[in-house]
């Protein structure tokens, strides 16, 4: 069995996809890369085929019609060998040193008696043309050099959570929760953050800088004109997150109240691109997603709405939208918008 598996999905990827992929190859034989190549049009799929052919047994390219990210990363969890999993965006990359550094210690936990279910490491915001790299810890929120539960952890300050470039998941834990992430939708990585985590026990905290995670395509997600062009699919999310627990049974309280967080973020995203917008269908779609929240789940709805963000986004006129500028500059922390 390969110690960790590594998804890259990859979509009309040929212009950067290689700088990820040869990233990744330190790892050796306790690493098979999955190369996964949603139905692209361009030269990705021969790319992915030439890798798998100069390193056999490390590098598998996986072809399948066009099904979106989730459709990609769900391929991946099906396909990998390793006991643990790894998703690396196709224009992403990973540092050697840190990389080095998290095998040693899978292969600890791999090789011991106590089972670990979700490894954290930091992120870097690799900004085109930005001089400071911005680098998101977890030094004090997370125990370190020690395996650790929910309860050992710090209340998590708002603007600093745990994404799918800081988590690498045991195989089996994803399989075993279920999780299967909608297709032909964006955004689905917070799905693959926030579904997991109920059925995550032990974690372990490596302060290393491991993912670095480029911003700067004016076609990518996180583009601001892009997201609110694809806001459809953010609200379906939300939904999907809204949907997925009830969350005032979730029995850890710091799990819950983290879950709490998290499910905010993500509601002050979608409701912060339909008020930028500024079209009359997106702010009706933005009364329609509150609507709907209040309707699942009457705590949750007042929960979000008198959180100090979910607040914000709900006071009327040309104040409450200055208001919700200062609240869209902490979710600009987690997404880093373009």
Not at 249 to 278: A, C, D, H, Q, W
Request: aromatic share 12%; net charge positive; charged share 30%.
């Amino acid at each position: 069995m390969k110690l960790l598996s590594i998804a890259i999905p990859c979509y009309n990827s040929e212009d950067y996809m290689e700088n990820c992929i040869k990233s990744l190859l330190p790892g050796g034989e306790d690493v098979e890369i999955l190369i996964i190549d949603d139905g692209s049009k361009d030269m990705t799929p021969e790319i992915a085929d030439a890798y798998e052919k100069k390193y056999p047994g490390i590098v598998r390219a996986i072809h399948q019609e066009n099904g979106g990210h989730g459709a990609a990363v769900n391929a991946g969890i099906a396909n990998a060998e390793g006991l643990f999993f790894k998703v690396v965006d196709s224009d992403d990359w990973v540092d050697e040193e840190s990389y080095r550094a998290i095998l040693a210690k899978l292969k600890e936990f791999a090789g011991g008696d106590e089972t670990l279910d979700m490894m954290i490491s930091n992120f870097v915001y690799e900004k085109q043309g930005a001089k400071h790299k911005r680098v998101m810890r977890y030094t004090s929120m997370l125990p370190q050099n020690r395996l650790f539960r929910w309860e050992d952890a710090k209340r998590f300050r708002k603007g600093l959570y745990i994404l799918m470039h800081s988590v690498i998941y045991r195989t089996k834990l994803l399989r075993d929760c279920g999780l299967e992430l909608p297709r032909h939708t964006f955004y689905v990585d917070n799905l693959f953050v926030y579904q997991p985590l109920p059925y995550v026990k032990n974690m372990y905290y490596l302060n290393v800088d491991f993912y670095r995670y480029f911003i700067g395509r004016e076609d990518q997600s996180v583009n601001e004109k892009v997201m609110i062009g694809r806001i459809d699919q953010q609200i379906k999310v939300n939904k999907i997150m809204v949907d997925s627990y009830d969350l005032w049974k979730i029995p850890n309280r710091k799990l819950r109240r983290y879950m709490f967080n998290y499910l905010e973020i993500i509601t002050v995203i979608s409701t912060v691109m339909l008020i930028r917008s500024g079209t009359k269908e997106n702010l009706e779609k933005k009364r329609e997603l509150w609507r709907y929240i209040k309707q699942q789940d009457l705590r949750l709805f007042h929960r979000l709405r008198t959180g100090i963000m979910g607040n914000t986004m709900n006071l009327p006129g040309r104040g409450g939208r200055k208001i919700s500028i200062a609240a869209y500059k902490i979710s600009q922390k987690v997404v880093g918008f373009n």
